[in-house]
């Protein structure tokens, strides 16, 4: 029998609210085998989100609009990632709960295609035992207590987070810092602003 496999995931975005129109520039997924911790593939790919990026979103990941020219747009790409996760059991996302997935769910939404159905582990929630308070801590938080390398002149672009998140929980999860969820991820839409 095949093992389980994990997507760890990561998103960049124009800004924070989609119910605000705000979209992704920037994803990457690495799947890798639960078990044996072996990459078995990966995607990683820039969009055009046909409209400008909010400036402290730029502070934050550094794209700009300009890099972007060009890029395929979401449409093109939304069903073969929704695929790709849908070949999963496990998907993995710093800030999963409140970010990454119904962020990427909503845009799946958006563009008519279907949800996966995976179970989300969110290495920000479950990781309050990596900061002295409790605190949820940022990804270079998690990594310094995991003794993972973190360059936070490389921080903030998809495939780095991924990658050092991975990182994190392959080390922690064999210890039981990760515990895996039995539910499935359940989904709920953004509700739009009334102005």
């Known amino acids: 029998m095949a093992e389980p496999l994990l997507a760890a995931l990561d998103l960049e975005t124009t800004g924070l609210s989609q119910t605000d129109g705000h979209r992704i520039v920037e994803v990457a997924v690495v799947i890798y085998g639960l078990e044996s911790q072996r990459e ?45 996760l849908s070949r999963c059991q496990y998907v993995l996302a710093h800030n999963g709960e409140g970010f990454d997935a119904p962020f990427l769910w909503g845009e799946f939404l958006r563009a008519g295609v279907s949800l996966p159905s995976v179970r989300l582990i969110d290495s920000m929630l479950l990781g309050r035992w990596a900061t002295p308070d409790g605190a949820v801590p940022n990804l270079g938080a998690l990594c310094f207590a995991c003794d993972v390398p973190y360059d936070k002149a490389l921080a903030h672009r998809a495939a780095y987070d991924v990658e050092c998140m991975a990182a994190c929980f392959f080390m922690q999860h064999k210890h039981g810092f990760f515990p895996l969820p039995t539910e499935p991820y359940h989904f709920v839409a953004q509700k739009a602003k009334v102005k």
């Open 40 to 84: 078995f593939g990966r995607f990683e790919t820039q969009l055009n989100p046909e409209r400008g990026i909010d400036p402290k979103a730029q502070a934050v990941h550094g794209i700009g609009y300009d890099e972007l020219i060009g890029k395929p747009l979401w449409g093109s790409i939304a069903p073969k990632l929704s695929a790709l």
